[in-house]
């Protein structure tokens, strides 16, 4: 059974859908990347998964449920997310960020050991893949994630930050999380996805089981070359400038 899964989504802002009918799921242990141009509608779809953005049409199930719950009740019921935001408190030590939102603090630093000489340092002083080692260890150790949703992490990093980041999505995806990943690394999201779609301009334009994609990107590449202005907003900018 998908632990989360879009059915017939439409999704957007103030009513207006800018995904439309989009059909995606994610299983334990899986790890799905998600793919497309800027615009193209992934940011919009993971907000809608995780509940801060609500359905327009057609459905969300959590665990085989249909869901309308909110972002914190889903987040209580296991649904993490972390975006490119790096979501910590910059005043507070990185101790009590795995504190604050009661995070198993010996399972954060098995994940991250490099952590540990960080504890009592503002969260703020660290570097920004610090900060987003601490932002993916709060949301796999608060509570039992089951799914996991990642948009982005990788933004502003070096490419060593980058794999020693999804290292570890890895290993939470073989602890049992589901997990979508939005990732403009697509060589690397590709290596450790289990299936990839590919969105353009709201809608999935490719999908597929990640090995046949491996090695070879150019089909997943040609969706953004060849994508469009999104229909919303004329004008909207080109993707070349979101490839690694
Ligand atoms: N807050 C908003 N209000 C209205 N429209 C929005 C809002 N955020 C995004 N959009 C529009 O929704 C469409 C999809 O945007 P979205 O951010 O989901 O794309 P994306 O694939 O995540 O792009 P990127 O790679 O640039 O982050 C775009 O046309 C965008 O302009």
Avoid: W
């Amino acid at each position: 059974m998908s632990l989360l899964e879009a059915r017939s989504l439409d999704a957007g802002y103030a009513g207006v859908a800018v995904v439309r009918g989009l059909d995606l799921h994610v299983d334990e242990g899986e790890i799905v990347a998600l793919f497309g141009p800027n615009g193209a509608g992934k940011s919009t779809t993971i907000m809608t998964l995780c509940g801060a953005l609500p359905v327009i049409g057609g459905e969300v199930r959590l665990g085989g449920v249909a869901t309308t719950a909110s972002l914190h009740v889903r987040a209580r019921s296991g649904v993490g997310l972390v975006t490119e935001q790096r979501s910590v408190f910059a005043r507070m030590t990185v101790a009590d960020n795995l504190k604050v939102s009661r995070c198993r603090t010996d399972v954060a630093l098995e994940y991250f050991p490099e952590l540990e000489q960080h504890l009592a340092r503002p969260a703020g002083l660290l570097s920004g893949g610090q900060q987003q080692m601490l932002a993916l260890a709060r949301a796999l150790t608060r509570g039992e994630p089951k799914v996991l949703l990642i948009d982005e992490i990788s933004l502003g990093l070096a490419p060593q930050v980058v794999d020693r980041l999804l290292g570890v999505v890895t290993t939470a995806a073989a602890r049992g999380a589901a997990i979508i990943l939005v990732e403009q690394y697509v060589h690397k999201a590709t290596d450790i996805a289990d299936r990839i779609y590919v969105m353009r301009r709201g809608r999935i334009h490719l999908t597929g089981g990640a090995e046949d994609f491996r090695g070879d990107v150019s089909r997943i590449e040609e969706a953004y070359l060849s994508a469009d202005p999104s229909p919303q907003e004329p004008g909207a900018p080109t993707p070349q400038g979101k490839m690694p």
